[in-house]
Nanobody, 123 residues
Framework: QVQLLESGGGLVQAGGSLRLSCTAS????????MGWFRQAPGKEREFVGCISWSGGVVNYADSVKGRFIISRDNAKNTVYLQMNSLKPEDTAVYYC????????????????WGQGTQVTVSS
C-alpha cells in the first residue's frame, strides 16, 4: 500500500528556513503528482503547492509563492518543500500527498496522505 513519510519539521524563528522531505513507497513514484498541504490549529487543511509527475509543472498557493519551493527526486522517491522567509502564520502541521491519478499535472481530490510533520515559527 502507499506510504508517505514526512520529515524535517521543527521549531524555527521568523525569517528562517526549513526543508521538509516526504519519501513515498508502494507505487511507482515518478508516475504521480505530489503535493504539500498544511493545517493550522482551528483551521481547515489548505493547499500549499504541488509538483506534476514529470516535475515540469509546479503550483503554489499565493500565501507561499516566492518563499517556498517544491522539488522532487524520483531516484529517491522523495519530494521536498523548501521553506524560506518563514512567518509565524506558516505554523501548521504539514502534510505530504500523492495523487490518485497517474500522469497528472495537478492534484486530484482524495489523494493519499502522510501522517504530517509539525512546523512552528516563533516571532
Amino acid at each position: 500500500q502507499v506510504q508517505l513519510l514526512e520529515s524535517g519539521g521543527g521549531l524555527v524563528q521568523a525569517g528562517g528556513s526549513l526543508r521538509l522531505s516526504c519519501t513515498a513507497s508502494g507505487r511507482t513514484f515518478s508516475w504521480y503528482a505530489m503535493g504539500w498541504f498544511r493545517q493550522a490549529p482551528g483551521k481547515e487543511r489548505e493547499f500549499v503547492g504541488c509538483i506534476s509527475w514529470s516535475g515540469g509543472v509546479v503550483n503554489y498557493a499565493d500565501s507561499v509563492k516566492g518563499r517556498f519551493i517544491i522539488s522532487r527526486d524520483n531516484a529517491k522517491n522523495t519530494v521536498y518543500l523548501q521553506m524560506n522567509s518563514l512567518k509565524p502564520e506558516d505554523t501548521a502541521v504539514y502534510y505530504c500527498a500523492q495523487d490518485l491519478v497517474a500522469y497528472s499535472d495537478y492534484m486530484n481530490p482524495n489523494p493519499f496522505w502522510g501522517q504530517g510533520t509539525q512546523v512552528t515559527v516563533s516571532s
